[in-house]
């Protein structure tokens, strides 16, 4: 299974933005991960194929993640973003015993 992720790009603290990430076949779990400068990479945010959801308390209530099953892609909704959310977010997909990434899509939020 691959993964293309799109959405990135550079907003003001306070914008929003959409990631889109399409798999190849189908999938489970879908997620989104996330890595700063310096930092390890950290969950953001997982839906499973059920459309269970769980989030990283620092995105609470301003993230939302959604998935069309149909068309096998996750959303990540990020609203009110502020500088500390700037990273590289990573698309992140599970089936049976098989972990996929996406490649990287860089999110800069300028204060």
């Known amino acids: 299974v691959q993964l293309q992720a799109s959405g990135g790009g550079l907003v003001q603290a306070g914008g929003s933005l959409r990631l889109s990430c399409a798999a190849s076949?189908?999938?489970?779990?879908m997620g989104w991960y996330r890595q700063a400068p310096g930092k390890q990479r950290e969950l953001v945010a997982i839906i499973t194929s059920g459309g269970n959801t769980n989030y990283a308390d620092s995105v609470k209530g301003r993230f939302t993640i959604s998935r069309d099953n149909a068309k096998n892609t996750v959303y990540l909704q990020m609203n009110s973003l502020k500088p500390e959310d700037t990273a590289v977010y990573y698309c992140w997909g599970r089936k049976s015993l098989g972990v996929y990434w996406g490649q990287g899509t860089e999110v800069t939020v300028s204060s």
């Open positions: 076949g189908s999938i489970n779990s």
